[in-house]
Antibody
Framework: EVQLVETGGGLIQPGGSLRLSCAGS????????MSWVRQAPGKGLEWVSI???????YYADSVKGRFTISRDNSKNTLYLQMSSLRIEDTAVYYC????????????????WGQGTLVTVSS | SYELTQPLSVSVALGQTARITCGGN??????VHWYQQKPGQAPVLVIY???SRPSGIPERFSGSNSGNTATLTISRAQAGDEADYFC?????????FGGGTKLTVL
């Protein structure tokens, strides 16, 4: 059974840094595309970042240069290193296994973790 | 940037059919995916690539996509279908989500 468990959220001051983890089980994280998606309180979903199985990484403009996605293959774990945090980064952060369909290029998310709340506040 | 427009809310009587729309410029040329999110829970994929259902999703959930509108249809609506629903596409190397629709089952 595919499972994703996020940890690492919490209260952080503006300008601070935080690292989120997402432990996978029932599948191999490094063999899949993996993403982070966030949801501000009471708002919709916003894609944050993706890492391809080959290691390429991409980011939403809102976090580019501040967030870094990575993985540890030995731990089957995905990470999101967040720095220079802003109040508007406050959200529940979900990791999601990402499916890439090549024939008519598209991405979608077939498994999600339960999310971890990041609150940026002074 | 590409935008997806969903109605804020849709209501349906118990046992009837609910239709939730997702509007976008020539969205019919894109693959549309739909997610269900209940309060306090993570999203769940209910339709992918316009009309395919993941295993475990009831046949009551179906999708279509043409022109400038994609539609998620929920037949024989149940109380357990009450949730927020989000559409999603891939455009210009980025993921785009609709704003979400709150489905109320009366």
């Amino acid at each position: 059974e595919v499972q994703l468990v996020e940890t690492g959220g919490g209260l952080i001051q503006p300008g601070g840094s935080l690292r989120l983890s997402c432990a996978g089980s029932g599948f191999t994280v490094s063999s899949n595309y993996m993403s982070w998606v966030r949801q501000a309180p009471g708002k919709g979903l916003e894609w944050v970042s993706i890492i391809y199985s080959g290691g390429s990484t991409y980011y939403a403009d809102s976090v580019k240069g501040r967030f870094t996605i990575s993985r540890d293959n030995s731990k089957n774990t995905l990470y999101l290193q967040m720095s220079s945090l802003r109040i508007e980064d406050t959200a529940v952060y979900y990791c999601a296994r990402t499916i890439y369909y090549a024939y008519t290029p598209t991405y979608y998310f077939d498994y999600w973790g339960q999310g971890t709340l990041v609150t940026v506040s002074s | 940037s590409y935008e997806l427009t969903q109605p804020l809310s849709v209501s349906v009587a118990l046992g009837q059919t609910a239709r939730i729309t997702c509007g976008g410029n020539k969205i019919g040329s894109k693959n549309v995916h739909w997610y269900q999110q209940k309060p306090g829970q993570a999203p769940v994929l209910v339709i992918y690539r316009d009309s395919s259902r993941p295993s475990g999703i009831p046949e009551r959930f179906s999708g279509s996509n043409s022109g400038n509108t994609a539609t998620l249809t929920i037949s024989r609506a149940q109380a357990g279908d009450e949730a927020d629903y989000f559409c999603q596409v891939w455009d210009s190397s980025t993921v785009v989500f609709g704003g979400g629709t709150k489905l109320t089952v009366l």
